[in-house]
């Protein structure tokens, strides 16, 4: 909302600036004097009516996005620059141009029936105003572009967040770091068979982190280990985090671990983050499969907030094996169509994704099988739909290409590492930096982001949808590679 906000009044005080610009070339180039005190009374009206209305708008949600978003007021040069000019052509209009527009139009209209000249302030108006415009043009460039990277205050939040330990050699443990939260197993349930769900409660008696639906958790377990679970329940709810987990026998052993948690059992996590947000349409189709149903849990009940309509589509293999049932079944069958393969048949995909109105918004989560799925079918099913994947297993069929050699670029630096065709750009680059930030490694959770500079970046991560692939403005260096032979990162 508050986005939306910026970017309107931003607009509307780009146009009236251009309208402000034009009016005072129109005074200064005629040799009317009615035209002219027309143009500087219009002016004037504009100043005290709208200009003022709009500028005040644009500044505050300016400043609010800069405090409240990633962005961090003041944490990146382009930040800093708007918000210096912004604050500028402010001062200007109300310190320099609002007298200046009142008196020529009084010169203008003291010159009636005599010759007329624009005068000194006439002069200044046809000088100054035009180049605010451009000065407002100039901001919402760096809106689009963002060309510079962080500023000093930047860099020491970064590096407050990102720094962490590099992994002993030949283990899984992982140090702690600045920005962890340790809690403590408040509540153990089991919602299904092999599903554990946990309620983390943060040790210091803190509130948690906020989050929307969609949000997942990094979960730093005792042994070491880091592993990501969607998070569910009330996201008001500032009290505790709830995590599910599916205990999987083929695993790494995270699942495992978690599943042998206790009440007050303490371990760390870190996030939350989204990748798989709620987005506005006007219907949702929602395929879970097995424990995939946790991210869509606050998902429906948000949803449901709204109005919205939606249908989920939920498949397991036993019933038993299905965590939440109960709860998703009150919502009745005509929106819970559950297909448990003890019991029934597989279900239509296609027909389901057929079904929706014109701009649906199609969630999956759960076996790659599923998602591939639903991801081939959408061309043919759902061409008028959306697409949002939330994977926790990396689908090797997805790996991408054959994995060339590449230079990275450290643009603060300007150190290039070498990244060899059998290597990540993540382990190359903690040769250079050790304390580089990650956690899955499997270009899922996306917590070792990078911020990419020149160069186009090879996207082989599960971060990003597919509509966002050509973007060259991030890139995920534990999976993704280049595309050329350097790209140049924010490091």
Known sequence: M????????????????????TLALIGYLTSDPGVAEGAYYAMYVFDESTVSLVSL????????????????????????????????????AWVYTHPLVLTAAEKAAAAEGGGYTPGTEGTLLAWTVPPVFGVLVFTGVLSVYKPWGRTRRGRRYAQTRAVVPARAPGSGAVSARVGDVAVRVEAVERPA?????????PVSGAATAPWRPGAHLDLVLPSGKVRQYSLFGDPADGSAYRVAVLRDPAGRGGSAEVHGLTVHDRLTVRGPRNHFPLVEAPAFLFVAGGVGIVPFLPMIEEAERRGADWRLVYVGRSRASMAFLERLERYGTGRVLVYARDVTDRPDLAAYLSAGPVGTAVYCCGPPGLMRAVEGLMETA???????????????????????PFEVELGRSGAVVRVGAGQSALEALREEAPGLAASCEDGLCGSCELRVLRGTPDHRDHVLSPDERGRTDVMYPCVSRARGERVVVDL
């Open 2 to 21: 508050t986005l939306a906000l910026h970017i309107l009044s931003s607009v509307g005080w780009v146009g009236l600036s251009l309208s402000m610009a």
């Open 57 to 92: 708008i644009c500044g505050a949600s300016g400043v609010l996005l800069g405090c409240g978003t990633p962005w961090g007021l003041m944490r990146h040069w382009w930040v800093l620059v708007k918000w210096v000019l912004t604050l500028g052509v402010a001062v200007f």
């Open 193 to 201: 068979e092999d599903v554990v769900a946990l309620r983390l409660v």
């Open 382 to 404: 759902c061409p008028a739909g959306k697409l949002y994947l939330e994977r926790f297993e990396a689908d090797p069929d997805s790996a991408g290409g054959e994995k060339l």
